[in-house]
């Protein structure tokens, strides 16, 4: 060998790999004359905490937690330390940690039961604790506070906590009067009942006004008599019903002397004080589900149950003795919008908590890509972090702006329904309708990206991101499908456009002022400084919905000249509904935040606010063909806004950990990955 010409990297390799294949050793093979490239072996890889390498938070962490979280900080970390401080929460040390989650390694039943006994020794803790009796907003919020913590730890005792007080107890609480407080409102609050809400048919969910169940009422007796008259009546996935539940809401069709009054609600007792089902009643199990087996779906059949003529929640309606039908609201559609109220604060809850799950999967994710390494820049160089390559900047930072701007409209949403009164209803509708299927649709995007994100570990139960996809599917679904929430939020839109159109006034509410001005002007180049402009990012969004709308409301305008039903143009018209309702609700989130950034004073945060915000709106663009699809950009627009993406994931790169560290989501609620995920896989851990 010519020692002035020494071989290359790829030759050594090359050589050593012959070797190995000949079955030399490095001294015969030297023997041979053949050259010798012995291999070093490499450093084993070890866990570095990205704190120990990210630069220091350059805001106060406690200030960004308090504009994310919005309320109730001192209560939510009291109840998470009550779940770290109970055996029931499986708490492990693991990576480094004490760490905290159900074990989904349980069976179906194994899992309800530990649900059930969460909810005691929460109850005994005192979490419950006014959540029923106590009046006035600040009780209200500080209960939605609790209850996205109790979300974070596991669905399924969100879900079974939230059926009991959000579904079963606010319809006795809203749509019952004195005596239905009186007798239930405590004892559902102390659990001495446990409440379930039967309103989904095994033939009907999104049209409750098809639902086949009836109540007719007997004069003689003074009773309802509730009846399942065929299969497709049934009512179907009733959480808390195949196991635990004591009564239930049944929402059936009123008959009184042959006539239909349309949907009521009534209070049904399905199992005696021994937990024994009552007579004429039949209960069946949903099965085992892809996830939220700790919830006991079950299904119901009613043979001509007898129940007082008092179990009518009457709030809105009543019966008489007699049999007379009185109603404090005579238009039949109004009856029955207001005996389906109790579902927005449902779609309130749950819009919330997926906000909540998105940010432990991005934490998570963040984390593990600050700590973990993978290919070499240069041929002897260390590893690359994760989250060093921009590829990966752009997969999980925009993730982490829309998690930071959906936890402003989720603060928004909470504080409007706290906050409610009649002439808001409507407004609360759209918005929850409009938020919940647009936060649960992200949420779903959020997991799956963080899963790939994390490879292989992100597959591991205990990792929680991939289990996580399978707890949540369902909120696409339930309280309402998303599609048909959002076909809701453009018909709203759509009706309140005529309505503005025909009494000649200014739109008012939702946001919709922008429509009484001028149309706004896109500039015909955009630099970086218009794209992070709060002004354009306004007024590009309000241009696309104005547009929207009014393409919208022509079409189904030249459908129903046509001859068509306005149901029929309508739903004709999806394609544009569908564009509508999205414009609408990516608006209303930069509007809320842009009101909540408006507060912060300059300086760090709000600079850090302006990257999130900015993020957003370019990643709207960039990820929706409708400001191509409809002229509110040009190509070279959308082109500018792609590369600005690139330019703000780097920007906000460096404070990527404090800001999923500003989450106030304790460590115990991560998982091993988010740590010393080396020790974590150490062998002294076996194979659990």
Same mark, same amino acid.
């Given at each position: 060998?010519?020692?002035?010409?020494?071989?290359?990297?790829?030759?050594?390799?090359?050589?050593?790999?012959?070797?190995?294949?000949?079955?030399?050793?490095?001294?015969?093979?030297?023997?041979?004359?053949?050259? %010798?490239? %012995?291999?070093?072996?490499?450093?084993?890889?070890?866990?570095?905490? @990205?704190?120990?390498?990210?630069?220091?938070?350059?805001?106060? #962490?406690?200030?960004?937690?308090?504009?994310?979280?919005?309320?109730?900080?001192?209560?939510?970390?009291?109840?998470?330390?009550?779940?770290?401080?109970?055996?029931?929460?499986?708490?492990?040390?693991?990576?480094?940690?004490?760490?905290?989650?159900?074990?989904?390694?349980?069976?179906?039943?194994?899992?309800?039961?530990?649900?059930?006994?969460?909810?005691?020794?929460?109850?005994?803790?005192?979490?419950?604790?006014?959540?029923?009796?106590?009046?006035?907003?600040?009780?209200e919020l500080r209960k939605l506070a609790l209850l996205d913590c109790l979300g974070v730890y596991d669905h399924s005792l969100a879900i079974k906590v939230g059926v009991h007080f959000f579904l079963w107890g606010s319809t006795i609480k809203f749509l019952g009067t004195k005596r239905h407080h009186d007798k239930w409102l405590s004892d559902t609050e102390n659990y001495v009942i446990k409440g379930c809400f039967s309103m989904t048919e095994l033939?009907?969910?999104?049209?409750?006004?098809?639902?086949? $169940?009836?109540?007719?009422?007997?004069?003689?007796?003074?009773?309802?008599?509730?009846?399942?008259?065929?299969?497709?009546?049934?009512?179907?996935?009733?959480?808390?019903?195949?196991?635990?539940?004591?009564?239930?809401?049944?929402?059936?069709?009123?008959?009184?002397?042959?006539?239909?009054?349309?949907?009521?609600?009534?209070?049904?007792?399905?199992?005696?004080?021994?937990?024994? %089902?009552?007579?004429?009643?039949?209960?069946?199990? /949903?099965?085992?589900?892809?996830?939220?087996?700790?919830?006991?779906?079950?299904?119901?059949?009613?043979?001509?149950?007898?129940?007082?003529?008092?179990?009518?929640?009457?709030?809105?309606?009543?019966?008489?003795?007699?049999?007379?039908?009185?109603?404090?609201?005579?238009?039949?559609?109004?009856?029955?919008?207001?005996?389906?109220?109790?579902?927005? #604060?449902?779609?309130?809850?749950?819009?919330?908590?997926?906000?909540?799950?998105?940010?432990?999967?991005?934490?998570?994710?963040?984390r593990y890509a600050l700590s973990r390494r993978a290919f070499s820049v240069t041929p002897d160089g260390p590893e690359t972090l994760l989250l060093d390559y921009p590829s990966h900047q752009r997969r999980l930072l925009p993730l982490l702006a829309k998690a930071c701007l959906m936890s402003s409209a989720g603060n928004f949403m909470k504080r409007m329904y706290v906050k409610r009164t009649p002439e808001l209803n409507k407004a609360i509708h759209i918005?929850?309708?409009?938020?919940?299927?647009?936060?649960?649709?992200?949420?779903?995007?959020?997991?799956? &990206? /963080?899963?790939?994100?994390?490879?292989?570990?992100?597959?591991?139960? &205990?990792?929680?991101?991939?289990?996580?996809?399978?707890?949540?599917?369902?909120?696409?679904?339930? &309280?309402?499908?998303?599609?048909?929430?959002?076909?809701?939020?453009?018909?709203?839109?759509?009706?309140?456009?005529?309505?503005?159109?025909?009494?000649?006034?200014?739109?008012?509410?939702?946001?919709?002022?922008?429509?009484?001005? @001028?149309?706004?002007?896109?500039?015909?180049?955009?630099?970086?400084? $218009?794209?992070?402009?709060?002004?354009?990012?306004?007024? #590009?969004?309000?241009?696309?919905?104005?547009?929207?709308?009014?393409?919208?409301?022509?079409?189904?305008?030249?459908?129903?000249?046509?001859?068509?039903?306005?149901?029929?143009?309508?739903?004709?018209?999806?394609?544009?509904? &569908?564009?509508?309702?999205?414009?609408? $609700?990516?608006?209303?989130?930069?509007?809320?935040?842009?009101?909540?950034?408006?507060?912060?004073?300059?300086?760090?945060?709000?600079?850090?606010?302006?990257?999130?915000?900015?993020?957003?709106?370019?990643?709207?663009?960039?990820?929706?063909?409708?400001?191509?699809?409809?002229? /509110?950009?040009?190509?070279?627009?959308?082109?500018?806004?792609?590369?600005?993406?690139? $330019?703000?994931?780097?920007?906000?790169?460096?404070?990527?950990?404090?800001?999923?560290?500003?989450?106030?989501?304790?460590?115990?609620?991560?998982?091993?990955?988010?740590?010393?995920? %080396?020790?974590?896989?150490?062998?002294?851990?076996?194979?659990?």
């Open positions: 060998m010519d020692p002035s010409n020494p071989p290359s990297i790829a030759a050594r390799r090359a050589a050593a790999i012959a070797r190995h294949l000949a079955g030399l050793s490095p001294h015969d093979a030297a023997a041979a004359g053949a050259t %010798v490239a %012995v291999l070093e072996p490499s450093a084993c890889l070890c866990y570095a905490p @990205p704190e120990s390498s990210e630069p220091a938070p350059a805001f106060s #962490l406690l200030e960004l937690r308090a504009l994310l979280d919005g309320h109730h900080l001192r209560e939510r970390d009291w109840a998470f330390r009550a779940m770290e401080e109970s055996p029931l929460f499986c708490p492990r040390r693991c990576g480094g940690k004490v760490l905290v989650s159900p074990d989904y390694n349980e069976g179906k039943e194994g899992q309800r039961e530990a649900t059930m006994r969460r909810v005691g020794y929460l109850a005994r803790r005192g979490v419950f604790r006014g959540w029923l009796t106590e009046p006035g907003p600040d009780a033939g009907h969910g999104s049209n409750v006004r098809g639902i086949e $169940t009836v109540a007719t009422y007997d004069s003689k007796t003074g009773e309802f008599v509730v009846n399942t008259p065929c299969e497709s009546a049934q009512k179907y996935w009733i959480g808390g019903a195949a196991n635990h539940a004591t009564h239930t809401i049944v929402f059936a069709q009123l008959h009184i002397n042959g006539r239909n009054e349309g949907v009521h609600a009534f209070v049904v007792q399905i199992r005696d004080e021994n937990e024994n %089902v009552m007579p004429n009643i039949q209960i069946a199990d /949903c099965g085992h589900k892809i996830g939220l087996n700790g919830v006991d779906n079950g299904r119901i059949w009613f043979n001509n149950i007898r129940v007082p003529r008092e179990n009518l929640l009457n709030l809105v309606a009543d019966v008489l003795p007699d049999g007379q039908y009185v109603s404090m609201i005579d238009d039949p559609d109004q009856r029955f919008a207001a005996f389906l109220s109790p579902l927005t #604060l449902g779609r309130v809850n749950i819009a919330v908590n997926a906000v909540y799950i998105s940010k432990v999967a991005v934490a998570i994710a963040v918005y929850s309708s409009a938020l919940k299927a647009t936060l649960t649709w992200q949420n779903m995007t959020t997991l799956q &990206e /963080c899963r790939e994100a994390c490879g292989g570990q992100g597959l591991k139960t &205990e990792n929680r991101i991939g289990i996580f996809k399978a707890e949540f599917d369902v909120q696409s679904t339930f &309280e309402g499908d998303n599609n048909v929430l959002m076909q809701q939020v453009s018909k709203a839109l759509h009706a309140e456009f005529l309505a503005a159109k025909r009494k000649k006034q200014p739109f008012k509410g939702l946001g919709l002022e922008h429509l009484n001005g @001028p149309c706004p002007v896109i500039p015909d180049y955009l630099t970086s400084g $218009t794209l992070r402009s709060s002004s354009f990012q306004m007024d #590009l969004l309000c241009l696309r919905e104005r547009d929207l709308l009014k393409q919208f409301a022509a079409e189904v305008s030249n459908y129903l000249a046509k001859g068509e039903s306005r149901e029929k143009a309508l739903m004709l018209s999806y394609q544009l509904a &569908e564009d509508l309702a999205r414009a609408f $609700t990516e608006r209303t989130i930069l509007q809320i935040f842009l009101e909540d950034e408006k507060n912060i004073p300059t300086g760090s945060l709000k600079d850090i606010l302006g990257l999130l915000r900015s993020l957003y709106v370019m990643v709207c663009i960039d990820e929706s063909a409708s400001f191509l699809r409809y002229g /509110c950009l040009s190509r070279e627009h959308v082109a500018a806004a792609r590369k600005e993406v690139m $330019t703000l994931c780097s920007e906000l790169r460096p404070h990527a950990l404090a800001i999923v560290s500003s989450f106030g989501i304790p460590d115990a609620f991560l998982s091993p990955l988010a740590f010393d995920w %080396v020790e974590a896989n150490a062998r002294s851990y076996g194979n659990e």
